[in-house]
């Protein structure tokens, strides 16, 4: 298995443990307590008036300041050694140490309630060297950033000026003088030193993997998991003109494009003012009981969320650590690779689809891999973005194959459009091993309720149920989910128009020139001709027509630039898109 670098939350680890290396002992990173402040004064008074004479000699033996009050320190330590420090300055009424040198009408940025200093960057003599001091001054932004600060100012002691610039900050031209050391004034927005952070990324890394981050932000800010849903800026976020989603397409998702059954519109019409306002059952009984029903398993074999994105972080997070190893499908739902190496920070390794094979899974290789004792094998099926589905025969065969010990979790959000015998619930609910993500967005019409459910061997989810808050599911969630399980015709009559619109709209893609990838699911993968506009170009085209469609070379580097996602809809709307594309493609 390879590992995938990364910046997980709290890194102790690296990836030298994994192959039975001996890791480095980690530095300590925390906010100073009562003690490391009185050790800092000390430490203070040895570097700055001792060492560098900025300040004189004191018979105490210990320099503070009245900022000490209101400043933040952060402290670096090796076991029970402090190694290095760097104070924080928040705004307010209590001033900067730079006011001591420096107007603040010269200052080179607003003094706002959004300008933090950063101040006393201090790194032992035993421990002197480039890295610790990154650290300290990376800990600084990470404190600055995670508190809404958006500038930085310092003073930067012209002898190590260029530790400060490799980490972003910029020479004003300014400079003053505090015994016999200079100090040069520099400041840069955090937005700018954020890019030199990402820019220096190896380094960071490798900092990360010796470092035990013990403060309540991480290491580095989340970078949240693109999605669809950007025609939302159209219709508008604040909600207060709704009328405005019948002149948008909303196809870079992949909603139904049909209403929940008959049954749910009217349970949720006729009593909607007392749903609103009424608590849930608690452990959604009612549901768990219509699920288990609905798909021939015991209810203590379903586990309820609030739509599949709940269970993935809920479930992957409480079973995975930085230590684990898992494998996902390239390209597949990007919810998977963003839990997994952005929020859990575990090895990540891809299991590459092919564009000549239009994009299904090499079974041979999924066994193999299975066999290579993975924590966590991801299998979404149909897989999105690309439409493809494995046979359930053939999963269920590879699947039983499979190592006890890895779990697979098979995620089934669109298998009705294949049809509801291709499910693996029934097999996952009696294996060791095997879970099945059920999300109740997609096929059944209710992406906004949020429902979903988990169907697994009981012992898979009995941990799960004690993390699982109450009221997991809203009420009106809840009756829409029960109502639809009980219309299953409805629904099956829905599938067959789909597969059907599905095929009306790839024909007229493939007028445009463009390469469909056959499907099942709602949606169809194309690449564009590479004679013409990329998939930026187009999907930013579109949008003012008010048709969203989805840039497939975010959801995978392997899909390249030239890839479109597009939801299929009803036949009328299909028809208005391939309209809209026409005109944009000229």
């Avoid at 102790?12 to 100073?32: D, E, F, K």
């Avoid at 949720?268 to 549901?287: I, K, M, N, V, Y």
């Avoid at 890895?406 to 009696?430: K, M, P």
Wanted: charged share 20%; hydrophobic share 45%; glycine share 6%.
């Amino acid at each position: 298995m390879q590992a995938n670098t990364l910046f997980p939350d709290r890194v102790v680890l690296g990836t030298a443990l994994a192959s039975g290396q001996t890791r480095p002992v980690p530095w300590t990173l925390a906010i100073a307590t009562a003690r490391d402040r009185e050790a800092i004064a000390r430490l203070r008074h040895d570097v700055y008036a001792q060492e560098l004479r900025q300040h004189p000699a004191n018979p105490a033996g210990r320099l503070a300041d009245a900022l000490d009050n209101c400043n933040v320190v952060l402290v670096a330590r090796l076991e029970n050694e402090i190694g290095g420090f760097i104070s924080i300055t928040p705004p307010g009424p209590h001033g900067y140490s730079i006011d001591k040198y420096f107007p603040r009408t010269a200052l080179p940025c607003p003094v706002d309630d959004r300008l933090y200093e950063v101040r006393l960057l201090t790194v032992t003599k035993p421990h002197r060297g480039r890295e610790l001091a990154l650290l300290l001054m990376y800990a600084a932004l990470r404190w600055v950033e995670a508190h809404g600060g958006t500038q930085i100012i310092a003073i930067g002691r012209r002898e190590v000026v260029e530790l400060y610039t490799r980490v972003g900050l910029r020479p004003t031209g300014q400079s003053t003088r505090a015994g016999a050391v200079t100090y040069d004034l520099m400041t840069a927005s955090v937005a700018e030193l954020r890019g030199t952070a990402a820019r220096l990324g190896e380094v960071f890394e490798r900092i990360a993997e010796r470092t035990d981050w013990q403060l309540a932000f991480s290491f580095a800010p989340p970078a949240p998991c693109f999605h669809g849903g950007a025609f939302f800026s159209a219709i508008g976020e604040d909600f207060a003109d709704l009328s405005r989603r019948h002149a948008i397409i909303n196809a870079d998702v992949l909603d139904a494009w049909f209403p929940p059954a008959p049954g749910v519109i009217a349970a949720l019409t006729a009593h909607l003012d007392w749903l609103l306002r009424t608590s849930p059952p608690t452990g959604c009984e009612g549901l768990i009981a219509a699920i288990a029903r609905a798909r021939g398993v015991r209810p203590e074999q379903v586990l309820p969320g609030a739509g599949s994105s709940d269970l993935i972080f809920r479930a992957l997070r409480h079973w995975l650590t930085p230590r684990s190893q898992a494998l996902i499908l390239d390209p597949t739902y990007g919810e998977y690779a963003h839990v997994l190496e952005r929020v859990i920070g575990c090895t990540v390794d891809r299991l590459p689809l092919d564009r000549a094979r239009n994009y299904d899974v090499d079974l041979a290789c999924l066994e193999e891999a299975l066999a290579d004792d993975y924590d966590l094998v991801v299998l979404v099926n149909p897989n999105s973005p690309t439409g493809r589905h494995v046979a359930r025969a053939t999963l269920e065969r590879i699947l039983r194959r499979a190592p006890q010990r890895t779990r697979v979790w098979v995620d089934e959000t669109y298998i009705d459009y294949v049809g509801a015998a291709e499910s693996l619930e029934a097999f996952a609910a009696q294996s060791e091993n095997v879970i099945v993500c059920k999300s109740m967005s997609k096929v059944y019409a209710l992406s906004g309720a949020r429902a979903a459910y988990l169907c697994a061997g009981a012992h898979q989810l009995e941990a799960l149920r004690a993390i699982t808050p109450p009221w997991v599911v809203s009420l009106p969630a809840q009756v829409a989910a029960t109502r639809a399980l009980a219309e299953p015709a409805y629904y099956a009559t829905r599938y067959r128009e789909t597969a059907v619109a599905r095929e009306q709209l790839g024909a007229g893609l493939q007028k445009l020139g463009w390469q469909v990838v056959p499907a099942v699911a709602n949606c169809l993968l194309c690449h564009v001709p590479d004679e013409g506009p990329d998939a930026a170009t187009i999907v930013d085209r579109c949008r003012a027509h008010g048709l969203f469609l989805r840039n497939a070379a975010n959801m995978s580097q392997h899909l390249g630039q030239r890839c479109v996602r597009i939801a299929v809809k009803d036949p009328v709307t299909n028809s208005r898109m391939l309209e809209i594309l026409r005109r944009v493609l000229g």
